[in-house]
């Protein structure tokens, strides 16, 4: 099944976010297969960010990053990693579509709530990245056939 990650970031733990977004996951119906909290530092900031590093806000994302602990999430379900990145909603938050997290509740490019894996391949080095093994859970939703239909759950 495929998984993604996602970071709830320092803005949002400061702003009292952390159950709202959640919960859209939840709701939305992605399996969450690993949840904690974990404060981040240069060495995983410098990897994670890597693709980022010689822009001029490098810096400042990094700092912004490590101002609280951060929630990890792995999240699980049919073509995750797409349908959590239209859920997160574009970068500059002020651009973000209202119904999206970062529309409902951002207005920064940088302060934008939420990190979310941007394809299949990156969420699978992410995931390992911020989880170890222990720390993933697998377990049957006894729902499945509610939340998806049956040429669906043939490619799951
Ligand atoms: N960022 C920023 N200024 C920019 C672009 C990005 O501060 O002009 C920050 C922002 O917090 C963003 C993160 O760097 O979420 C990672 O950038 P990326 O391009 O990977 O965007 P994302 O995948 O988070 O939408
Ligand atoms: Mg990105």
Redesign the pocket.
């Known amino acids: 099944m495929e998984r993604s990650l996602i970071l709830i970031?320092p803005n949002a733990v400061q702003r009292g976010l952390i159950g709202e977004i959640i919960s859209r996951f939840e709701r939305k119906g992605l399996r969450l297969a690993g949840l904690k909290m974990m404060q981040l530092d240069d060495t995983i900031l410098n990897e994670h960010?890597a693709?980022?590093f010689e822009?001029p806000?490098f810096p400042?994302?990094k700092e912004?990053?490590m101002v609280t602990p951060v929630v990890a999430m792995c999240v699980e379900g049919l073509d995750a990693v797409e349908t959590v990145?239209l859920m997160?909603g574009?970068?500059?938050a002020r651009k973000a579509l209202p119904g999206t997290i970062r529309g409902d509740f951002s207005m920064?490019?940088?302060?934008?709530v939420?990190?979310?894996s941007?394809s299949v391949e990156n969420a699978e080095i992410e995931v390992k990245r911020f989880f170890r093994e222990g720390e993933l859970f697998e377990y049957e939703s006894a729902i499945t056939s509610f939340e998806y239909g049956h040429e669906e759950r043939a490619r799951m």
């Open positions: 970031k960010y693709h980022l822009r806000f400042y994302l912004s990053m990145r997160v574009a970068t500059n920064s490019g940088e302060q934008n939420i990190h979310a941007d």
